[in-house]
T-cell receptor
């Protein structure tokens, strides 16, 4: 019973395409995140939503658009994919955000390769 | 600008011995620190955490030490087991406004049988 699940796990697509990665958590958490692990292995936050409301939007190109239909789901849409978007994208969730000292729980990651 | 630094990209130890993974941070506003463990092709999983009001937290074979004056924390694993072989990420967050974790680059631990 996966707590944070994201699909697809692997995605290979051509430059210029639009793609989506879906994420769902069954932990009852209020806060969800998208993190990106790039080729240099840094794990960096992209977005954070609390109860469907955007609370963190790091310096991310506006080709990336998160959408949260409800607090259990946070999907990531990427338009006009570029080679540099190739990375591993991790969805995560936490009870009320890390500022209150809560742990965040990660999904297994989605390996995106843009060719 | 790396606020959380793990200067050793890799560490190799013998089974049964102690593994010590180090982490330094620069942001004095950080007050909550976590260690995550990551196996290949999986997401990071939470291992252990420590609040800045403590200097030590222990959970079974895992102990995290925090030295606030040096802005340094370490993870001790004893005894090390082959199943501990993974990448270990140090992460930090700050109260009062930051909803995000800042991660280090990770240290790959290999425990040899």
């Amino acid at each position: 019973d996966t707590a944070v699940s994201q699909t697809p796990k692997y995605l290979v697509t051509q430059m210029g395409n639009d793609k989506s990665i879906k994420c769902e958590q069954n932990l009852g958490h209020d806060t969800m995140y998208w993190y990106k692990q790039d080729s240099k292995k840094f794990l960096k936050i992209m977005f954070s939503y609390n109860n469907k409301e955007l609370i963190i939007n790091e310096t991310v190109p506006n080709r990336f658009s998160p959408k949260s239909p409800d607090k259990a789901h946070l999907n990531l849409h990427i338009n006009s994919l570029e080679l540099g978007d190739s990375a591993v994208y991790f969805c995560a969730s936490s009870p009320t955000g890390t500022a209150s000292g809560n742990t965040i729980y990660f999904g297994e990651g989605s390996w995106l390769t843009v060719v | 600008d790396q606020q959380v630094k793990q200067n050793s990209p890799s560490l190799s130890v013998q089974e049964g011995r102690i593994s010590i993974l180090n982490c330094d941070y620069t942001n004095s506003m950080f007050d909550y620190f976590l260690w995550y463990k990551k196996y290949p092709a999986e997401g990071p999983t939470f291992l252990i955490s420590i609040s800045s009001i403590k200097d030590k937290n222990e959970d079974g074979r895992f102990t995290v030490f925090l030295n606030k004056s040096a802005k340094h924390l370490s993870l001790h694993i004893v005894p090390s087991q082959p199943g501990d072989s993974a990448v270990y990420f140090c992460a930090a967050s700050a109260q009062g406004g930051s909803e995000k974790l800042v991660f280090g680059k990770g240290t790959k631990l290999t425990v040899n049988p």
